[in-house]
């Protein structure tokens, strides 16, 4: 497709939605693209037993809280047609099946992103939504296990099917490692490897959980942030791999279903099996699950700055050096609730902000820029939300623990 834009989004997933969201009560002209065929696939296309271990009142999008019961937890097909069902309901241009290739700099100003079917499309500003999970991270090591050991990323997993007979070893003690190893206890003995991290304090449904529910959202965003020492601390941690405290499924859970737990990391290779930061060799596993996570890949977007390791350059998603570049999405943008649909209307607003800053600096926005738009908020809300939206169908529930 070939097109002309003030303001291009790239990206449908909750960071790119709720960017439109708040460049249209801007008045901001924007189009959104998306590479995959519907929005909220890349929630469907997630493997089939996902479940948020976030719960439904802390995964509304600005302007619309999600609709479930508020200490639900939706699936991941349930979220993809949440984010489907708020597009449509917010009247957001998206142009769903266009990827974008490539980005650069147009002489004169603006930039020029091309796209897979050979389109160009020209734009004032871009804000770059793609997700903060582009390249699954797989260890080096991993290329060292014998080729009868089938192994599989998380961002490749969908269901135990892929697995076969014989002992499953979970390397990644995060909320995907607990969810995978958890279903595949069900049908092979499970050793998930790593130490687990921290989980919270509650249970969802009890009084402490509605306490939470209250201070969660304000910590994660407002004091977890970059600028305060702790928030700096934990966004440290957060890029070396550090994983967020368990919500859902926890460590009780994981005994129950007879995971066995190794604190120690998977860190080579012996003879073709997997080596244990304790010493074991593990000679019996037949499967391996990779939920050792992803990293940033923006070598496409051409004038976005990169430090040495291929780390984004930037201000709360704003590009300084690059004027009319942005993102959002990103691990840590500026809160702990960054990477998660809890942050993504914060973020969101601040860039719609400086977008329009930009634009009526330049003269082509509305004298004072008001804000437009037919709901306006500045955060996600937590009330229940009401609409005629398919939610938690009974063919994608499961039994995984909801406590
Ligand atoms: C397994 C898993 C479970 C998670 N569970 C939770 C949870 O329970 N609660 C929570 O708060 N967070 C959760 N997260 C974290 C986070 O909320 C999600 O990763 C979320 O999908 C991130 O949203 P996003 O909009 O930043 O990116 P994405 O959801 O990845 O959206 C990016 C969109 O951009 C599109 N795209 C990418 N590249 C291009 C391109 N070049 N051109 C056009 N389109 C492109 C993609 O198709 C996609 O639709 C989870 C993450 C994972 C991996």
């Known amino acids: 497709m070939d097109a002309q834009v003030e303001t291009l989004v ?4 909750q960071a790119g939605l709720a960017t439109a969201y708040h460049l249209r009560c801007r008045g901001v002209p924007t189009l959104v693209l998306e590479g995959r065929g519907r929005v909220g696939d890349v929630w469907r296309q997630r493997y089939a037993s996902l479940r948020l271990f976030s719960p439904a009142a802390a995964d509304g999008l600005p302007g619309m809280a999600f609709p479930a019961p508020r200490a639900s937890y939706p699936t991941g097909a349930a979220m993809g047609d949440f984010l489907e069902a708020y597009a449509a309901a917010m009247d957001l241009p998206v142009r769903t099946g266009v990827h974008a290739e490539r980005v650069t700099t147009r002489t004169g100003g603006g930039f020029r992103v091309t796209t897979a079917d050979g389109g160009v499309i020209d734009a004032e500003q871009v804000v770059v939504a793609t997700g903060g999970h582009q390249r699954p991270r797989v260890p080096a090591f991993a290329a060292d296990l014998d080729p009868d050991i089938v192994q599989i990323h ?65 910590v994660f965003r407002r004091v977890l942030t970059l600028r305060t020492p702790p928030g700096r601390r934990l966004a440290s941690a957060v890029r070396h791999g ?29 003879d073709g099996r997997p080596l244990l930061a304790d010493g074991r060799v593990l000679d019996d596993v037949r499967n391996v699950l990779w939920c050792t996570g992803y990293t940033e890949d923006f070598r496409w977007v051409e004038p976005a700055p990169l430090d040495a390791d291929g780390r984004l350059r930037h201000v709360r998603g704003v590009v300084e050096e690059v004027p009319g570049l942005y993102f959002t999405g990103l691990v840590f943008q500026h809160s702990f609730a960054s990477m998660l ?23 082509s926005g509305p004298a004072g820029g008001r804000r437009q738009g037919r709901r306006q908020s500045s955060d996600v809300r937590l009330e229940p939300a009401v609409g005629p939206i398919r939610v938690m169908p009974p063919s994608t529930t499961h039994d995984a623990p909801v406590t």
Do not use: M, N, W
Request: charged letters at 20%; hydrophobic letters at 45%; aromatic letters at 4%.
């Open 242 to 270: 550090g994983a967020a405290p368990l919500i859902r499924v926890k460590r009780r859970h994981l005994a129950a279903a007879g995971v066995e737990l190794a604190e120690a990391r998977t860190v080579g290779t012996r």
């Open 154 to 218: 998380s961002a490749g997993y969908r269901d135990p099917g892929q697995l076969q007979d014989g002992r499953v070893l979970v390397v990644g003690a995060s909320h995907s490692g607990a969810d995978l190893a958890f279903e595949a206890a069900a049908t092979h003995p499970t050793l998930l490897s790593g130490r687990l991290p921290g989980e919270v304090p509650y249970t969802l449904g009890r009084p402490s959980a509605r306490l939470a529910g209250l201070v969660i959202p304000f």
């Open 10 to 13: 790239v990206g449908a997933g």
């Open 341 to 363: 649909i809890l942050g993504a209307g914060h973020d969101a607003e601040h860039v719609a902000r400086r977008v329009a800053a930009l634009r009526r600096e330049r003269g």
